[in-house]
Nanobody, 122 residues
């Protein structure tokens, strides 16, 4: 029943931007919080953003420093992650997550996951 599918990753030069998409099926209404997490080899998973599906309230860790913006299109059941001023250290697999509860600890520990989309900055 539950399916999260990410898209929009790719290879980008430093300073570029990407807009990642997460398509939720059958809809986003079944979740209370959705967000984005990345995982790079040799590093721990890092929560990037969370959004409440009820009212669109957004949350970010301090480490994001304003370069990441999460949003959603409720009618289309899509959650986006806009990444600006990409840096080589942003290279990672980016996952869409969801949970039927409040946004999780460190905006990281979701219970539903997509397959991930690769972002390479070089």
């Amino acid at each position: 029943q539950v399916q999260l599918v990410e898209s929009g990753g790719g290879s980008v030069a430093p300073g570029g931007s990407l807009n990642l998409s997460c398509q939720a099926s059958p809809n986003t209404d079944r979740f209370y919080c959705m967000g984005w997490v990345r995982h790079a080899p040799g590093k721990e998973r890092e929560g990037l953003a969370g959004i409440y599906t009820t009212d669109g309230s957004t949350y970010y860790p301090d480490s994001v420093k304003g370069r990441f913006t999460i949003s959603r299109d409720a009618a289309k059941n899509i959650v986006y992650l806009q990444i600006d001023n990409l840096k080589p250290e942003d290279t990672a697999t980016y996952y869409c997550g969801a949970v039927q509860a409040h946004c999780p600890y460190k905006l990281r520990d979701y219970t539903y996951w997509g397959q991930g989309t690769q972002v390479t900055v070089s």
